[in-house]
T-cell receptor, first 115, second 117 residues
């Protein structure tokens, strides 16, 4: 069975500091993709970053990077130089080659950036 | 690229009426669209998978007669909440996939906040 686990319901970070949001996953498929989304209080889901199971390097997109540890089945999101606008819910998601179009979402982490 | 438009963004309706929510992929063709429901401070709950030209696949526990989904074209899917009741009040959000590979992300609309009075 496929599963995404986010164990941090809420996180706080000081402005300009870095923060790591945890995500672990479970799948027996060898081919899969891991995604992070940001959901501000307005509700829209914003795609942040993607990591493929065969990617040897950690993905980076601006201030976002993904700490991918395949053996541990973890795909943590690192946000550097936090800004007040980073305050939002963050969801980790997975899609595998053998489960068609199905996406699996974690329960989310609420991040609050403190000025 | 990969923009999904959803409207209305907010709707208030009276109990017993029906509400239609539209989801459009603006710059790509989406053979598959998804409809999610989200309760406050919770994750997304998949309601149904909508495939162009065929009947939607509903998740267990979702009433297909209450939540009618139509995917009439490669760029448009609609969700109609029929005979709405206050318990149907929620945040509904659609999404679409641009590509068929597992490395293609979901692209979401901005969501619709439904309030049934």
């Amino acid at each position: 069975a496929q599963k995404i686990t986010q164990t941090q319901p809420g996180m706080f970070v000081q402005e300009k500091e870095a923060v790591t949001l945890d995500c672990t996953y479970d799948t027996s498929d060898q081919s899969y993709g891991l995604f992070w989304y940001k959901q501000p209080s307005s509700g829209e889901m914003i795609f942040l970053i993607y990591q493929g199971s065969y990617d040897e390097q950690n993905a980076t997109e601006g201030r976002y990077s993904l700490n991918f540890q395949k053996a541990r089945k973890s795909a943590n999101l690192v946000i550097s130089a936090s800004q007040l606008g980073d305050s939002a819910m963050y969801f980790c998601a997975m899609r595998t080659a053998n489960t068609g179009n199905q996406f699996y979402f974690g329960t989310g982490t609420s991040l609050t950036v403190i000025p | 690229g990969a923009v999904v438009s959803q409207h209305p963004s907010r709707v208030i309706c009276k109990s017993g009426t029906s509400v239609k929510i539209e989801c459009r992929s603006l710059d790509f063709q989406a053979t598959t669209m998804f409809w999610y429901r989200q309760f406050p401070k919770q994750s997304l709950m998949l309601m149904a998978t909508s495939n162009e030209g065929s009947k939607a696949t509903y998740e267990q526990g979702v009433e297909k007669d209450k939540f009618l989904i139509n995917h009439a074209s490669l760029t448009l899917s609609t969700l109609t909440v029929t005979s709405a009741h206050p318990e149907d009040s929620s945040f509904y959000i659609c999404s679409a996939i641009q590509g068929g590979d597992y490395n293609s992300p979901l692209h979401f609309g901005n969501g619709t906040r439904l309030t049934v009075t």
